[in-house]
């Protein structure tokens, strides 16, 4: 099972974000409040793809506004990007989470969990076509490249493959939420803005 039989026959932004929010392609949607779906403009030239919905993307039914959606519109702007420029989106379009008590605990989802939530990524990436495509996390990452890739080793570089002109890795801006300690937390901020700086530098040769 996974989400292909939910799919629009004509696919544009619109139809997709419509159908999505019916999706029942994996167990994710019971618990979850409603589908959130990738935002931005189909001209965009810049994808930037994350993991999961988080606490605040569930409720608000929108991409990347609760913390790690602040920590991203951080290293964006740091980096001199736009982020009414770029396309937004996760791997997985329902919150995945462990009830304690009255808190709402995010868990990472499972292969096939991503895996039977592909076919909408990959229809954003077919509609959208963007020339920078971002992954922000390993989830992001290895739903598209495969199990074996690995974020420590290979964030920051061009990745030869045909998802878009230009694709790269980043960490994914919950891993600054969750720093030890301040100094990690600099560093990691650090890193994101560096890598984000090289698709700045790209879309700008591209245009
Ligand atoms: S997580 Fe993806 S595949 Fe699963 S129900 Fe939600 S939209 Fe469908």
């Known amino acids: ?108 989802p499972s292969r096939s969990e991503v895996k039977a939530c592909l076919p909408w990524l990959r229809a954003e990436l077919q509609v959208v076509a963007p020339e920078a495509l971002v992954l922000l996390g390993a989830t992001a990452a290895q739903a598209l490249l495969g199990s074996t890739f690995r974020l420590t080793r290979e964030r920051g570089r061009a990745l030869d493959c045909a998802l878009a002109p230009f694709v790269t890795a980043t960490i994914h801006p919950s891993a600054i939420l969750r720093a030890r300690d301040d100094e990690e937390r600099r560093e990691l901020r650090e890193t994101m803005v560096t890598d984000l700086r090289v698709v700045g530098k790209v879309k700008d040769a591209m245009s």
Do not use: W
Not at 23 to 52: I, N, W, Y
Not at 74 to 91: C, K, M, P, Q
């Open 1 to 108: 099972m996974d989400a292909t039989p939910f799919l629009p026959e004509r696919i544009n932004l619109r139809s997709l974000r419509t159908a999505a929010a019916d999706c029942r392609g994996c167990d994710l949607h019971a618990p979850a409040t409603q589908t959130v779906f990738g935002e931005g403009r189909k001209a965009s030239r810049l994808m930037l793809v994350g993991e999961v919905p988080g606490d605040r993307e569930d409720r608000a039914g929108r991409v990347f506004v609760g913390p790690a959606g602040r920590e991203l519109d951080r290293a964006l702007a740091d980096a001199g990007i736009d982020r009414a420029d770029a396309y937004v989106t996760n791997a997985v379009k329902h919150f995945k989470f462990e009830e304690r008590g009255k808190r709402r605990i995010h868990q990472k």
